[in-house]
């Protein structure tokens, strides 16, 4: 039986560019509203970032009216534009960085037991690797860790998400360690068509090494336009303005994802948990994700446009609810 996640309140942040260092991991971790946090995607070599590339915007799902950005701070309130379109790969800092920066929030918070989600990728045999780094640290450290393997990022050129390919996504899963110390869980990309959950699901009944699945991962292809000289122009200056898209603008299709995994993992007897994530911004966002199974949900456009303070609204909003 694979180690599993556990924490309340059940609700965290996403991998995303909001959670790549201390800057943005120390605010998260000491929220009060965050049961578990999760760190940027990561490479055990690091990631090429180019800052002339790899990028994002906000925008206006109804009017495509975008704002260009950069995730150096949480910006401030601004509730408008509420989507986004990255054109983001991986973090630039290696894993080992972010193991560092585990340590440092263990020696900072020695009482704590909020866990810590470790996303990573690369390789099947990388990604054994860095399950094996991960397994070494929670024995230094108090807080309980896991690790997300994102088989999702739909930017990285010349590397499709594996967890769209059946023999690429039981490679990785053949490559996790029969025996994990720690909770092992996949990040999945935005499915469409019911043959795809079902090669996902299969695989998942084969391996049995898996507990959670975060779903889903940003919806690639996308291109938000702007008037430019009264043209229409890609804003992202990825080639052809191509990025993910997230927030309000895939909630529906990540809603479907989640409730159409819970129902066929409940189908063929597989415990496994899943995060919820996709246009998550409020609570009654969160409501809708656990009706369409989420044990936990987690927050990522919504966490760039309005801070860890996202979180207590979203807490606030829930014990209003259940008092009603």
């Known amino acids: 039986m694979p180690s599993r996640l556990s924490f309340s309140p059940p609700i965290l942040n996403a991998a995303c560019p909001w959670a790549t260092d201390l800057t943005f991991l120390r605010p ?3 929220s009060p509203s965050t049961g578990a946090i999760t760190t940027r995607t990561s490479l055990i070599e690091g990631y090429p970032h180019d800052d002339a590339v790899n990028t994002f915007l906000f925008f206006d799902s109804g ?21 986004s379109l990255n054109s983001f790969g991986l973090s630039p800092i290696k894993l080992a960085g972010y193991l560092d920066m585990i340590r440092t929030l263990a020696k900072e918070n020695p009482r704590s037991s909020k866990p810590i989600i470790v996303s990573v990728t690369g390789t099947p045999e990388s990604c054994a690797k860095a399950i094996e780094l991960v397994e070494g640290v929670a024995r230094e450290v108090s807080i309980p860790l896991a690790v997300e393997l994102n088989l999702s990022c739909p ?11 059946a023999d690429e996504l039981r490679g ?10 720690v909770p092992v869980g996949l990040k999945t990309p935005p499915y469409t068509h019911g043959d795809q959950f079902n090669m996902l699901v299969d695989a998942l009944a084969e391996s049995g090494r898996v507990s959670f699945l975060t779903s889903t991962n940003t919806l690639g292809n996308c291109v938000v336009m702007a008037e430019e000289n009264g043209e229409p122009s890609p804003v992202l200056p990825s080639e052809g303005g191509f990025g993910g898209m997230a927030g309000p ?12 995994l819970r129902t066929l993992l409940d189908q063929r007897g597989l415990d496994i948990d899943i995060i919820g994530v996709g ?11 656990r ?3 989420a044990k936990y949900i ?6 760039g446009k309005q801070g860890p303070a996202v979180f207590d609204r979203i807490v606030t909003s829930i014990e209003r609810q259940a008092k009603l």
């Not at 990785?172 to 110390?181: D, K, M, N």
């Not at 987690?298 to 966490?303: C, K, Q, R």
Request: hydrophobic content about 35%; charged content about 10%.
């Open 298 to 303: 987690a927050v990522a456009t919504a966490l």
């Open 172 to 181: 990785f899963l053949a490559a996790i360690p029969a025996t994990c110390s």
């Open 28 to 30: 998260l971790y000491a």
């Open 63 to 83: 009017a495509q009216d975008s704002t260009s950005s950069a995730p150096a701070s949480f910006p401030s309130s601004d509730y408008s534009r509420t989507s």
């Open 249 to 260: 603008a895939i909630h529906p299709l990540s809603l479907g994802n989640v409730a159409s």
């Open 155 to 165: 930017n990285v050129p010349g590397h499709p998400p594996p967890a769209y390919y």
């Open 279 to 289: 246009g998550v911004s409020d609570g009654q966002g969160y409501r809708r994700m």
């Open 291 to 293: 009706k369409a199974g």
